[in-house]
T-cell receptor, first 114, second 113 residues
Framework: ETGVTQTPRHLVMGMTNKKSLKCEQHLGHNAMYWYKQSAKKPLELMFVYSLEERVENNSVPSRFSPECPNSSHLFLHLHTLQPEDSALYLC?????????????FGEGSWLTVV | AQTVTQSQPEMSVQEAETVTLSCTYDTSESDYYLFWYKQPPSRQMILVIRQEAYKQQNATENRFSVNFQKAAKSFSLKISDSQLGDAAMYFCAYNNAGNMLTFGGGTRLMVKP
């Protein structure tokens, strides 16, 4: 059982579709993260939210749009994606952004763009 | 920018034996943390062990221990008495201010019965 749950676990979408990935953490944490894991690159940090405010955007294209309506939920809205965006998207959370706070990950959402 | 390098794409170990996974990193900072995460087929990243750069004592967690060499910027993971359930991808990660992780490319560990 994980304290960070992601839905859907698998998503196939066309390049013209609009879809969203959802993340929920049950740990009472104040910081949430989106990471991207693709086959040929190390895990990459995409976005960081702290107390529902976006504090980092790691040069992510605008076709990825995050939303954090409260400290427990994080969304990644997807539109007009490219096939190279196919990857595993991992959501994570930590107590806060203090150095060394353990980051807890969800099981990821597999995205395939066709 | 920090970089993390795992030079062993794959490793294998016999059940009950010991294996060491290598990790090196590059940074100009003095205060940071290092982590090892395990990613089994379920794809969830699970924390294995963590080390604060200011602590000279190597961290241990049951069968898992690290050899942290700060001057050499090396952070290897030793798994003792390997079990079939240890088979997974292992990622070394550097953690700096803002609690952001920079990951290495990973090492796939296979455990032979």
């Amino acid at each position: 059982e994980t304290g960070v749950t992601q839905t859907p676990r698998h998503l196939v979408m066309g390049m013209t579709n609009k879809k969203s990935l959802k993340c929920e953490q049950h740990l009472g944490h104040n910081a949430m993260y989106w990471y991207k894991q693709s086959a040929k690159k190390p895990l990459e940090l995409m976005f960081v939210y702290s107390l529902e405010e976006r504090v980092e955007n790691n040069s992510v294209p605008s076709r990825f749009s995050p939303e954090c309506p409260n400290s427990s939920h994080l969304f990644l809205h997807l539109h007009t994606l490219q096939p190279e965006d196919s990857a595993l998207y991992l959501c994570a959370s930590s107590r806060d952004r203090g150095l060394g706070n353990t980051i807890y990950f969800g099981e990821g959402s597999w995205l395939t763009v066709v | 920018a920090q970089t993390v390098t795992q030079s062993q794409p794959e490793m294998s170990v016999q059940e009950a034996e010991t294996v060491t996974l290598s990790c090196t990193y590059d940074t100009s900072e003095s205060d940071y943390y290092l982590f090892w995460y395990k990613q089994p087929p379920s794809r969830q990243m699970i924390l294995v062990i963590r080390q604060e750069a200011y602590k000279q004592q190597n961290a241990t967690e049951n069968r898992f221990s690290v050899n942290f060499q700060k001057a050499a910027k090396s952070f290897s993971l030793k798994i003792s008495d390997s079990q079939l359930g240890d088979a997974a991808m292992y990622f070394c990660a550097y953690n700096n201010a803002g609690n952001m992780l920079t990951f290495g490319g990973g090492t796939r560990l296979m455990v032979k019965p």
